[in-house]
C-alpha cells in the first residue's frame, strides 16, 4: 500500500492550498483517513481526520479555515486549506487506514509534502 501526496507549496498568508493525497496498492477497504502535520522537532500534529462515511473532524487550531474531504472512486483525500497563516508551516502528511485483501487492518503514511506561509 502506498500513498503518494501532493499540492504543498509556498503560500503568502491569506491565501490557499489544496493537499491532494491517492492511497494505492491492494487495498480491500480504506477505512479513516487523516491528515497530520509536523514541524522540526516537534510531534506531528493531527490537522484533520475524515470517517469512511465522510464525517469530518477538525482541529482547534485549523477549524473554519480547512475542509477536509474524500472520494472514494478515485481513492483519494484532499486538504483545502485557506486563509494560511506562518504558524501553518509544516510538512504535512497523509494517513490511511486500509484493509488489504488479507483481511488486516493497518495504518500506513505517506511521504509529506512542504507547505511554507510566508508573512
Known amino acids: 500500500v502506498q500513498l503518494q501526496a501532493s499540492g504543498g507549496g509556498l503560500v503568502q498568508a491569506g491565501g490557499s492550498l489544496r493537499l491532494s493525497c491517492v492511497v494505492s496498492?491492494?487495498?480491500?477497504?480504506?477505512?479513516?483517513l487523516y491528515w497530520y502535520r509536523q514541524t522540526l522537532g516537534e510531534h506531528r500534529e493531527r490537522v484533520a481526520a475524515i470517517s469512511s462515511t465522510g464525517s469530518p473532524l477538525y482541529s482547534d487550531s485549523v477549524k473554519g479555515r480547512v475542509t477536509i474531504s474524500r472520494d472514494n472512486s478515485k481513492s483519494g483525500v484532499y486538504l483545502e486549506m485557506n486563509s494560511l497563516k506562518p504558524e501553518d508551516t509544516a510538512v504535512y502528511y497523509c494517513h490511511a487506514q486500509v484493509q488489504t485483501y488479507d483481511g488486516v487492518w493497518s495504518g500506513y503514511w505517506g511521504q509529506g509534502t512542504q507547505v511554507t506561509v510566508s508573512s
Open positions: 496498492g491492494s487495498i480491500a477497504t480504506i477505512g479513516n
